[in-house]
């Protein structure tokens, strides 16, 4: 694994940017004191793209006007899930604010006998990140926990499919783990969840994050959405990548499994010679705005993810 460490002004580029950006280099990268992290992150609530979401929440409590949409980002599910992912502080009078109606009004249709919107609906990519967001912000449903515990497939993962299909999916199997690792850390790691999660954690280990199980073969394209796993992009949205897998090893605390080491050199090996990663292509559908540059611009986010994945990994015991 070779890659160009952060230079000065590369750090700096980092930092001049969304303070859902700013905290997390400082947090991850720079290794700031906690109180200026802190001060950082509290102002997604106030300034740039967290607060410019934030305004955009209708009288109803919903984005978008719905609950959830095809290809449609601007929803109530995918604004949530974006905030979480900016870092907005869940105990904030901004995102108590923004949350009390989303659990008050929002459901799933009458597809889903509107079932409240944190108790999720029928698709465990769906409701992967719906516990991601419900755990992230206080409003985490047990019920929920025990439907993803009782569809995880033999192999370890979760597939939207099932049961029809046996065999579980990259795409189902990313989205659940990251909503069972947010529940963990917000409710001590059930033992049942805890070995669900590991279990669903090997069976990504198992394929090195990007190959078939059966024949060894790198998986070049996704089957479903038709993305490269080696092209990465922000938000992610329900989709897997190779650099998702990764950082969610990461925040998993994983850290002496070698069988990482092929997807990091991917990872290093999509590093410009600048030292920053480029934006892989956009995953289509209508967004509230824009936060960086088109397919192929030099993209903060996923320097960020990329710089921290290849800094957990350099740092292993």
Known sequence: MTFVPPTEANTEWLLDSDPAIQWQVMRDLTGEPVEAVAKERALIATEGWGARLLKLQGSDGSWGGNTWAFDDWTSTFETLFLLREFGLDPASRQARA??????????????????????????????????????????????????????QLEDGGWNCDAPASKRSSFNSTICVLEGLLEYEAANGSPPAVRDARLRGQEYLLE?????????????????????????????????????????????????????????????AARQNRNGRWPLGRPHAGNVHFDMEGGQGADSRWNTLRSLRV?????SRP
């Not at 109606?101 to 409701?127: A, K, L, Y």
């Not at 959405?225 to 992610?236: A, C, K, Q, R, V």
């Not at 290849?310 to 350099?314: E, G, I, N, Q, T």
């Open 310 to 314: 290849l800094k957990w990994y350099s």
């Open 98 to 151: 923004a949350i009390e109606p989303v659990r008050e009004n929002s459901d799933w249709g009458e597809w889903h006998d509107h079932s409240p919107f944190f108790e999720g609906e029928s698709e465990p990519c769906i409701n992967g990140r719906v516990l991601a967001i419900g755990a992230y912000f206080g409003e985490a449903s047990d019920r929920l926990v025990d439907r993803l515990l009782g569809e």
């Open 207 to 267: 394929r090195r994050l990007f190959r078939s199980l059966s024949t060894g073969d790198r998986i070049v394209r996704d089957r479903k959405g038709g993305t490269d796993w080696t092209e990465f992009s922000f938000p992610t949205r329900w989709h897997y990548d190779v650099l998702r897998g990764l950082d969610y090893l990461r925040k998993a605390g994983v850290h002496s499994d070698n069988r990482v080491a092929e997807a990091l050199d991917l990872v």
